[in-house]
């Protein structure tokens, strides 16, 4: 009988060295680079640089982790991704700047939710449907038209407050000037058009008609399950923020608009996030479930849907950037201000000066704690949860979890949802950052993908280390173009052109992925 021995201590090691030396030599190389501006830069700017480049890679984060969670269980990679990431932004900025815009939406949209959600009721209905596959086509088509032009009547008379992207004083870029400036007042409530109880019930037979055609297209049969109160709990609290809007719709207005802007800034991300979540999980449900086995597909429904979204965003709050303002809670100014030293970070000040330069409170703090938290607590729901188990395990083998009884379409909706969450509320932490654009998610989208191909397009914690690299890679070379960098054989400092910022985090892209092909934490396929 022969034993083998173990491998000693020192052979473990040098494996592991030759296994990760491309990881190794790479990460070398850029600590290298960004060390090295300590000695072509003052301090304050190299300190400035590094928070700005974690601050980028944050924002990025959020926009990647959710990627890479969608493409990791459910291999679909949705280019509609920054552009849902814009929607928050902007879906922020109305709750935000012009909570009675929103207000006025959240009844309308609360009635549409309520009824989808109850749907389930029509299947006995839809079960007593007995003709063959064109005519229940035809039918479904018949009832769908009907359903969706009654709901489009309804919502017309519904009361709308809202800008005027085409008069300057009633831009957004007005609104969002007056908040800034605290000369902002309560607009005056729209009307509605005729009786609001006609509008009503004809929203709610439309929408009605619409699920309904929806059912029978898809022939879809009666629901077994029991009706219980806890599997109609959306459709519920959908009504009870319908009753709220309308009965207190006036009172709700004039109290968001008198609260502190830092709290109505805290309540646009909430509602951001939980609308991304809500649309995601139905961006999966109708889109993309039904065409998981035609991946290309699902390539260009999302690209698509991104177009959608653009148009939307486009007609309803107009062309032109503007900025969101940012909460009180970051915009303090005179007397004290700028705070001084590590203290000054609790001083309640917009910026504060330490080594010489000054440090903004929520671009260069607020957004990498929140990216910092975001992290912990994702990780925490993958590691030390049942529902992260089952995502851990549907990233390894699908068709095991499938045979272990667990419901994978569930799991999907979930997942799709918490990334379309994600997004949006990056899209909102952002805003104040970045400003609001048409074309915000197509730039934070370029740079999610390059995180992901970075640190592994299935790795979570890899897309955390390939967004803080590109967000560092990204700030330094515009750094270095103001500065320059001096070399020995040259009389001048040689200084990158601003063309060299995009290009800058592909070539690390290709870099790695010449080194290391699944990415620096990516696992062999």
Not at 1 to 29: F, V
Request: aromatic share 8%.
């Amino acid at each position: 009988m022969t034993t083998t021995a173990a491998p000693s201590r020192a052979h473990r090691i040098s494996t592991q060295l030759k296994k990760n030396r491309g990881r190794a030599a790479i990460l070398a190389s850029l600590a290298f680079i960004f060390l090295s501006g300590l000695f072509t830069m003052d301090a304050g700017d190299w300190m400035v640089t590094v928070l700005r480049g974690l601050a980028v890679g944050a924002i990025t984060f959020l926009v990647a982790s959710g990627l890479s969670l969608i493409f990791g269980l459910m291999d679909v990679l949705n280019l509609a991704h920054g552009e849902l990431f814009m929607l928050g932004a902007y879906v922020g900025w109305t709750v935000y700047v012009r909570p009675d815009t929103f207000l006025d939406v959240l009844l309308p949209l609360a009635i549409i939710v309520a009824v989808f959600a109850a749907s389930p009721l029509l299947g006995p209905l839809v079960a007593r449907i007995s003709v063959g596959h064109n005519a229940r086509r035809v039918v479904a088509v018949a009832l769908g038209v009907v359903g969706v032009l009654a709901s489009a009547w309804a919502v017309g008379r519904f009361p709308l407050s809202i800008w005027n992207a085409e008069q300057f004083d009633q831009t957004p870029t007005a609104n969002s000037l007056a908040l800034q400036s605290g000369t902002q007042v309560v607009p005056d409530p729209a009307p509605w058009t005729g009786a609001p109880i006609v509008a009503i019930i004809a929203l709610v037979v439309g929408v009605a008609l619409v699920a309904f055609a929806i059912a029978v297209a898809s022939a879809r049969t009666a629901d077994q399950r029991p009706m219980s109160v806890k599997r109609f709990a959306p459709a519920l609290i959908a009504v009870g923020f319908a009753v709220l809007a309308y009965a207190f719709g006036d009172q709700l207005t004039e109290w968001m608009y008198g609260l502190s802007t830092t709290y109505r800034f805290f309540i646009a991300l909430v509602v951001a996030s939980l609308g991304g979540f809500g649309l995601g999980a139905g961006i999966e449900t109708g889109l993309i479930r039904p065409l998981y086995e035609r991946p290309l597909y699902q390539l260009m429904i999302t690209l698509g849907l991104g177009f959608i979204i653009i148009e939307l965003v486009r007609s309803v709050w107009g062309r032109p950037e503007f900025t969101m303002p940012k909460p009180a809670l970051f915009d303090r100014a005179g007397d004290g201000c700028p705070g001084e030293g590590l203290g000054g970070f609790f001083s309640g000040c917009s910026t504060v000066k330490i080594l010489d330069t000054r440090v903004r409170m929520y671009n260069e703090v607020f957004i990498i704690l929140v990216g910092v938290v975001v992290l912990v607590i994702i990780s925490l729901l993958i590691k030390r949860t049942r529902m992260g188990m089952i995502i851990r395990a549907g990233v390894q083998d699908r068709e095991m979890v499938e045979a272990l009884g667990v419901n994978v379409r569930q799991v999907f909706t979930l997942v799709f949802a918490l990334g379309v969450g994600l997004a949006a509320f990056g899209g909102v932490i952002a805003g104040p950052a970045l400003g609001l654009s048409p074309g915000m998610g197509s730039r934070v989208l370029l740079l999610a993908l390059i995180a992901m191909a970075v640190g592994g397009l299935t790795s979570f914690p890899g897309a955390a280390a390939g967004a803080v690299l590109v967000g560092l890679m990204q700030q330094f070379v515009i750094k270095t173009g103001s500065t320059g960098i001096p070399l020995p054989w040259a009389e001048e400092a040689w200084k990158p052109s601003p063309a060299l910022v995009p290009v800058s985090v592909i070539l690390l892209m290709i870099v790695v992925l010449l080194v290391t092909p699944n990415g620096l934490l990516g696992k062999d396929e």
